[in-house]
C-alpha cells in the first residue's frame, strides 16, 4: 500500500513498512464486530503531572486488534505503558516547573471532586461515551499532535482501509450492544488509579520533570519520528466536561498558571505505538 511503503523515508527498514501494512487487514479482520465505545471514569494527575481524562478501559475489540498486530507485524516492539489505559491527555506542566505539596494535594481534590460532579453524576447514559468508529494511524512530527504536525491514514473499524479522515459519529444508543470491556483492562486502569492513593510516593511520580511541554510540542527529530494507532477525541460533551476542569483550576488560588493546555482539535487516545524493535 502506498502510505506505508512512503514511511521509509522516516529511517524505518522496508521490511518493517511491508509487515505494519497489514495493519488495515487487522481491522478488516475484526470489522464484524459490535460497536466500540469507552466511557469516562476520572479526571486524573498521570505520571509527570499531566492533566488526563481516564476511561474505564478498553474494549474486548481493541484488545483483539492489538493482539493481532503483535502476531503479524514482524519486529514491532512491546506495547508502552501509556498505552495500556486508555486517557486522553489535556494539560501539561511547563518545562522544568516543580510543584509544592500544596499545590499537588489541592491538585488531587480538585480531580476527585470534577470527577465526582462532571463524571460519576451523570444520569444520561451516553453523554460521557466516546464512540470509536476509526482509528488513525499517525506519523507524529509532534507528540501533541497539532496540526498540521502529523500525517495520517484514516482506518474505519467498519470497514477496514478508509479514505481521508473526518470525525463520525455513532447515533446513541447504538444499534447493536456496544462489545464489552475486558476485565483485565479494568483492572489495569484501577490499578493506575490507586497509585495516586499514596500520596508521598505520587507526589514524586508527578513532579518527575523528564516529560513536560517541550516534550510534547517539540518537532521531532526526522530520524526519531514516531508511528502510533490514535483516535481524535469526537464526544463534544467530553470535550467540555475538559474545559470545565480547565475553568475550575484557573480560577483555583493555588493551581491557576501553572497548566498548559493543549489545543482542543489535537485531543486523541493513543491506542498503540507502532515501532520496530531497536
Not at 460533551?237 to 497548566?259: A, C, H, M, P, W
Request: glycine share 4%; hydrophobic share 35%; proline share 6%.
Amino acid at each position: 500500500m502506498a502510505f506505508f511503503n512512503s514511511l521509509t523515508k522516516y529511517n524505518v527498514t522496508k521490511e518493517f513498512c511491508d509487515s505494519i501494512s497489514q495493519i488495515p487487514g487487522v481491522v478488516i479482520d475484526s470489522k464484524e464486530k459490535p460497536p466500540v465505545i469507552l466511557n469516562a471514569r476520572s479526571f486524573f494527575v498521570a505520571h509527570h503531572g499531566t492533566l488526563t481524562l481516564a476511561f474505564e478501559g478498553w474494549p474486548e475489540r481493541i484488545v483483539e486488534m492489538k493482539k493481532l498486530m503483535e502476531e503479524r507485524i514482524v519486529g514491532l516492539n512491546k506495547e508502552f505503558f501509556g498505552t495500556k489505559w486508555p486517557k486522553v491527555t489535556f494539560g501539561v506542566l511547563p518545562d522544568g516547573y516543580q510543584m509544592s505539596r500544596k499545590q499537588f494535594s489541592r491538585l488531587l481534590s480538585v480531580c476527585k471532586y470534577a470527577t465526582e460532579s462532571l463524571i460519576l453524576s451523570t444520569k444520561e447514559q451516553y453523554s460521557n461515551t466516546e464512540a470509536i468508529n476509526d482509528v488513525q494511524f499517525v506519523v507524529i512530527k509532534t507528540r501533541s499532535l497539532e496540526f498540521p504536525n502529523y500525517e495520517q491514514c484514516n482506518l474505519d473499524l467498519r470497514s477496514g482501509f478508509g479514505s481521508p479522515y473526518s470525525p463520525q459519529k455513532f447515533s446513541f444508543p447504538p444499534q447493536q450492544i456496544p462489545t464489552p470491556l475486558t476485565q483485565s483492562s479494568i483492572g489495569y486502569v484501577e490499578s493506575v488509579l490507586a497509585e495516586a492513593e499514596d500520596s508521598d510516593f505520587y507526589f514524586e511520580r508527578a513532579n518527575d520533570c523528564s516529560r513536560r511541554i517541550s516534550f510534547y510540542t517539540q518537532p521531532l527529530e526526522p530520524d526519531k519520528t514516531e508511528f502510533t494507532l490514535v483516535h481524535f477525541l469526537t464526544n463534544e460533551n467530553l470535550i467540555t466536561l475538559i474545559s470545565k476542569l480547565r475553568e475550575i483550576i484557573e480560577k483555583d488560588e493555588e493551581l491557576k498558571g501553572i497548566y498548559q493546555w493543549l489545543p482542543e482539535a489535537s485531543l486523541h487516545i493513543s491506542v498503540r505505538a507502532v515501532v520496530p524493535i531497536k
